[in-house]
């Protein structure tokens, strides 16, 4: 790789021309949730919800005796389970190989991580993708591939009689492979023009073609015309042009397409973090981002962008495609047909429109085998998002009791026991385990290390907490709720400077609901540290009081005050009573667990507040989340309240 192009880069161009390609089949991106963990005190509770799409309920013909043998094709790096024989299943693979091997190319990257594990199912025929496919109208999508995605799992779902299923589905994973792989944050218009530059790569045995414009690019731009660079460049992701069909949406696609294309062509990949730094950083605008990174003028480049459609010439690269990955030394094992059925149902258990139907479905297959395991973990993970909390301890217990080396079930187990309650220290004790024994059998799953790390954080382990929270991030450097669950830590730990600095870089996000959490962040920040600031001064007056400037003794129990800091806790309980007869103080009584804590407001009408509007007196029976230094006495002087 050029010395030049330290983020992105490609070996040098060997052809230029312009091809036709095929029109892209139909695709849709369909999201997944899981039920979503909560964390005790800064972190609050964040839930994560992704654009829901389904799938239909499987027939009988799909697994029925006369249809082909379901098997599990394995590769290095890939799972494919596939009904339509073992030689598209080990193209299948090889396919994901070699695009994975690409990847790693395009970002000059010697690993290439997947922070949510990926399932790949290759059906037989267009009429079994259909049962899955996103519903519209009443009627499923006719499409060629789908991409499914979720916090514990996504799925690539290909239908195996299309010619070329692969340009649908390779964009999607194109972004997977950006969560986890790409090291600043960007916008739209990178991240979608990459996925697109990425879909159209060709591969075969021998190289991969990387940088073939699709003619329908050209066509969409010479007929729709193109934005200005500069309107381009500020489209997000709760924009209109980002989220509703139609003409500047079909646009907004193409010309970020053309763009990265052009940054591709003339070597300006590595000044990209030039650019995200003046905009996101150095808070420059749009127009002086562009002159500072590209060395141009936001209307020069957007002639220089105008001539590389008129031309219609293009640079494509030859990659060798790695001599080591070999379809024939994939592993093939093949799958009962309760395996194809449970698998479908945890498709579906993962689309939010059609989850309903998924714990019937594992119902099924544990009538014909009581004891199949992943039917168990999935019966288990349809009742947790139910918050069915009994049923769902049952099957899970009963799924890691069958296959104690699925790290699924324990993430799960994990899952189930924090959402039981405040967590406890044999609670976060026993959650910790399952964490550790997910992590152990799965080293790649990012959101156990996140778990884990808060369980660390609230058990008093803090450096630990840290590293672990990292380690989250390392494998999904820009997942912003990790950034959000690693400020909170670091605001407990009182390293206020710090969660600050995350905090307003989360506070410009285009997720609304991450940028609302982050500015509610910011000002608990602010608020903490301003306490902290009149503690200090008054125990540095107490001090300068005190003879000889020596702290003072408290005769009434001997304890030294002494200007050291008292720790700051976080809790979640119940409201138990308020007693506000000394207004405008107020004290909270907790039940916390198997105890109760009291905690002082100094003044009801000034504390920091979040989910309620003012401080009330009758919150008694409500649920509470608490920011609080500790007192000698045990009780704590409140920092922060959060209604539940």
């Given at each position: 790789?050029p010395a030049?192009?330290?983020i992105l880069?490609?070996?040098?161009m ?14 849709r ?7 979503a ?5 800064l972190?609050?509770r964040?839930?994560r919800?992704?654009?829901?799409f ?10 029925g ?7 599990e ?6 799972s ?7 030689r ?6 090889l396919?994901?190989e ?9 970002m000059t990257?010697?690993k290439?991580n997947l922070?949510v594990?990926?399932?790949i199912?290759?059906?037989?025929n ?6 899955v496919?996103p519903i519209?109208?009443g009627?499923p ?7 499914q995605?979720?916090e514990d799992?996504?799925f690539?779902m290909?239908d195996m009689s299309?010619?070329?299923p692969?340009?649908?589905v390779?964009?999607?994973?194109a ?8 090291s ?10 990459f ?9 075969d ?5 990387v940088?073939k414009?699709?003619?329908?690019t ?6 729709m ?32 397409a ?23 950083v ?10 500072t990174?590209?060395?141009?003028t ?5 002639r220089a962008?105008?001539t ?6 293009y640079?494509?690269?030859p ?6 990955i ?13 395996d194809?059925?449970a698998m ?11 989850r309903?139907?998924a714990?019937?479905e594992f ?7 009581p004891e199949?395991?992943p ?6 993970f349809?009742y ?12 899970l ?6 296959d ?15 959402e ?5 220290a ?13 992590i152990?059998?799965?080293?790649g799953?990012?959101?156990?290390y ?11 382990d ?5 590293a672990?929270l990292n380690?989250?991030?390392e494998l999904?450097p820009l997942n912003?709720?990790?950034l959000?669950?690693l400020a ?7 390293r206020?400077?710090t969660a ?12 609304p609901?991450v ?9 608990q920040?602010r608020?903490?540290?301003q306490?902290t ?22 005769g009434?129990n001997?304890l030294?005050t002494?200007?050291?800091?008292p ?5 979640k309980?119940k ?17 916390v ?13 000034h504390?920091?507040l ?17 920011n609080?230094?500790e007192r ?9 309240l959060?209604m539940?």
């Amino acid at each position: 790789m050029p010395a030049e192009e330290p983020i992105l880069g490609l070996p040098v161009m060997r052809r230029r021309s312009r091809f036709p390609s095929q029109p892209l089949a139909p695709h849709r991106r369909a999201g997944g949730t899981i039920a979503a963990w909560r964390v005790w005190g800064l972190a609050l509770r964040l839930l994560r919800t992704f654009a829901a799409f389904g799938g239909l309920l499987l027939c009988a013909p799909l697994l029925g005796a006369a249809d082909p043998q379901w098997i599990e094709v394995r590769s290095p790096n890939f799972s494919v389970v596939t009904d339509a024989g073992e030689r598209r299943g080990r193209d299948a693979a090889l396919h994901f190989e070699q695009m994975r091997s690409v990847f790693g190319a395009l970002m000059t990257r010697a690993k290439v991580n997947l922070p949510v594990p990926l399932q790949i199912v290759a059906f037989h025929n267009t009429r079994e993708l259909s049962q899955v496919a996103p519903i519209f109208n009443g009627k499923p999508t006719q499409l060629a591939g789908l991409f499914q995605g979720g916090e514990d799992r996504s799925f690539i779902m290909l239908d195996m009689s299309v010619e070329n299923p692969w340009t649908v589905v390779f964009h999607e994973y194109a972004h997977c492979l950006l969560d986890g792989n790409l090291s600043f944050h960007s916008d739209p218009w990178f991240e979608e023009g990459f996925a697109e530059y990425f879909s159209s790569i060709e591969v075969d045995n021998k190289e991969a073609r990387v940088g073939k414009i699709p003619e329908q690019t050209y066509q969409i731009l010479q007929q729709m015309g193109m934005m200005r660079v500069s309107d381009l460049f500020r489209v997000q992701r709760n924009s209109r042009t980002y989220n509703e069909s139609g003409d500047h949406r079909t646009t907004f696609y193409a010309e970020s397409a053309l763009v990265v294309h052009y940054l591709y062509d003339n070597r300006l990949l590595s000044r990209l973090t030039v650019y995200f730094d003046a905009l996101q950083v150095q808070k420059k605008p749009v127009e002086q981002a562009i002159e500072t990174a590209f060395g141009m003028t936001a209307e020069q480049l957007d002639r220089a962008l105008h001539t590389y459609l008129s031309t219609g010439k293009y640079r494509y690269y030859p990659i060798p495609t790695p001599s080591g990955i070999v379809a024939a030394q994939f592993s093939v094992t093949p799958l009962s047909p309760a395996d194809a059925r449970a698998m479908v149902a945890d498709i579906h258990v993962h689309s939010p429109d059609y989850r309903d139907k998924a714990l019937a479905e594992f119902e099924e297959v544990l009538k014909t085998d009581p004891e199949h395991a992943p039917a168990l973990r999935g019966a288990g993970f349809a009742y947790l998002q139910q918050k069915d909390y009994r049923h769902a301890a049952e099957y899970l217990h009963r799924a890691a009791q069958r296959d104690p080396k699925d790290p699924r079930v324990h993430f799960y187990i994990a899952l189930l026991l924090n959402e039981q309650g405040p967590p406890d220290a044999a609670r976060v004790k026993e959650i910790k385990k399952e964490l550790e024994t997910s992590i152990a059998l799965d080293p790649g799953l990012a959101d156990a290390y996140s778990l884990l790390g808060f369980m660390q954080a609230i058990s008093g382990d803090t450096d630990k907490g840290i590293a672990t929270l990292n380690k989250a991030l390392e494998l999904s450097p820009l997942n912003e709720h990790y950034l959000f669950n690693l400020a909170s830590v670091y605001l407990a730990a009182e390293r206020v400077d710090t969660a600050i600095g995350i905090l307003h870089g989360l506070a410009n996000s285009g997720d609304p609901e991450v940028a609302a959490r982050a500015h509610q962040g910011l000002d608990q920040a602010r608020a903490v540290k301003q306490q902290t600031g009149r503690l200090q001064l008054r125990i540095e007056k107490e001090a300068d009081a005190a003879p000889g400037g020596m702290p003072k003794v408290d005769g009434a129990n001997g304890l030294k005050t002494v200007p050291v800091l008292p720790a700051m806790h976080f809790i979640k309980g119940k409201v138990v009573a308020v007693d506000c007869s000394a207004s405008p103080q107020a004290v909270l009584t907790l039940d916390v667990g198997a105890k109760s804590i009291k905690v002082h407001v100094a003044d009801s009408a000034h504390v920091e507040l979040i989910g309620a509007d003012e401080f009330s007196c009758d919150w008694a029976g409500r649920s509470i989340a608490v920011n609080y230094h500790e007192r000698l006495d045990g009780e704590g002087d409140v920092v922060s309240l959060e209604m539940q």
